[in-house]
């Protein structure tokens, strides 16, 4: 059974920054492609990156040049690096490998 455990959300300021982090078990990490999601209030969830077991990125347009994922395969773990945040980045983050998903993290932006 695959499980996820995401940690690092929280409140920031508009121009801050946050860094989750995921951590995945029962499965082989390294042959993944984790994602993350985000969840806005009244909102559907939407992509916000993921990166391939060769190491390629993909971004939506939205936080290109602020978000950055990376992955660690000795620790089984993906993490997002959130910069000049906005308060449109509010929203839950979820993990994401293949069909498990993360309890959520919510993150908060302050004008």
């Known amino acids: 059974q695959v499980q996820l455990v995401e940690s690092g959300g929280g409140l920031a300021q508009v121009g801050g920054s946050l860094r989750l982090s995921c951590t995945i078990s029962?499965?082989?990490?390294?042959?993944?492609?984790p994602g993350w999601y985000r969840q806005a209030p009244g909102k559907q969830r939407e992509l916000v990156a993921i990166i391939n077991r060769e190491y390629r990125t993909v971004y939506a347009d939205s936080v290109k040049g602020r978000f950055t994922i990376s992955r660690d395969n000795a620790k089984n773990t993906v993490y997002l690096q959130m910069n000049s945040l906005k308060p449109e980045d509010t929203a839950v983050y979820y993990c994401n490998v293949d069909f498990s998903w993360g309890q959520g993290t919510q993150v908060t932006v302050s004008p």
């Open positions: 029962g499965a082989t990490f390294s042959d993944k492609a």
